[in-house]
């Protein structure tokens, strides 16, 4: 059971009634795991006479499709202040790990049918895979003789994606202006090991310093392992601006769907 409010003051109704909604698919989420993971990472990079830092972090909390079967039992609209009350039937719970964890087994069988020459085929499994296996919360998913899914499956992401580099492809820095475009395309290459399929793989394009326009945000590489995007119009002011380009796993999932 999750019972939450929110003070009304400067939001719309549909505002007030969403944010006291989220409250409490996060309480319910909270209560069908003491432990919602969180992870950071911090990595330093040298090249020549430049040192490099970037910074991530990431955490999982339950949503509304993750608690599949979460129901609005009750809500109360009074003068200052919104209260909803929202329920979870237990069964209902165990019945949809179940069935994750089952679909876990089934994309974790069909990964198998692939060679580690088909990277993108193995990562469309793995990753739906993954987003099964953080459903079924304090349980182990055994396949076969044995396997935990709950550690094989991101242990093989993890050995995929090390396999895979991205190298700039031709120049690294541009000179441009603000609300023009670049005037050449920003290009980059994917690197595996001789043998291995690079095509196909969604590249995204972020502005990380600065703020500017993409022909494309994501760009997949071609049979040669490359890809490429325009800066179609610089909106920001900074002298120095960056762009990073990385494998965008959401598209590579979403893509098996």
Do not use: C
Not at 100 to 107: D, I, R
Not at 204 to 219: I, K, N, P, T
Not at 221 to 233: D, I, P, Q
């Amino acid at each position: 059971w999750a019972r939450e409010s929110v003070n009304k003051k400067g939001l719309s109704e549909n505002d007030y009634k969403n944010k006291a909604n989220e409250r409490a698919l996060i309480t319910i989420s909270m209560q069908l795991s003491s432990n919602v993971s969180s992870s950071t990472e911090s990595n330093i990079y040298e090249s020549g006479t430049e040192i490099e830092r970037d910074y991530s972090q990431s955490q999982f909390m339950s949503t509304m499709a993750d608690i599949d079967g979460a129901e609005k039992f009750a809500d109360y609209n009074g003068s200052s202040q919104y209260w909803v009350v929202w329920r979870l039937k237990k069964s209902k719970h165990e019945e949809n790990m179940e069935r994750a964890a089952e679909s876990a087994k089934g994309y974790y069988e069909f990964f198998l049918s692939f060679s580690d020459k088909q990277p993108v085929q193995q990562l469309q499994q793995l990753i739906p895979a993954y987003e099964d296996i953080i459903k079924v919360i304090g349980k182990d998913i055994i396949f076969g003789g044995g396997v935990n899914l709950r550690t094989e499956i991101p242990s093989q992401l993890s050995r995929i994606l090390y396999s895979i580099r991205i190298v700039p492809e031709g120049e690294t820095s541009q000179t441009g202006k603000v609300n023009t475009p670049l005037s050449k395309p920003l290009k980059v290459k994917t690197r595996f090991k001789r043998g291995v399929d690079p095509s196909d793989i969604p590249i995204r394009f972020v502005f990380e310093g600065g703020e500017g326009d993409f022909s494309h945000d994501v760009s997949k590489t071609s049979k040669s392992g490359k890809a490429e995007t325009k800066v179609t119009k610089i909106i920001s002011r900074k002298r120095v601006q960056s762009i990073r380009a990385q494998i965008d796993l959401g598209q590579i999932g979403r893509a098996h769907v």
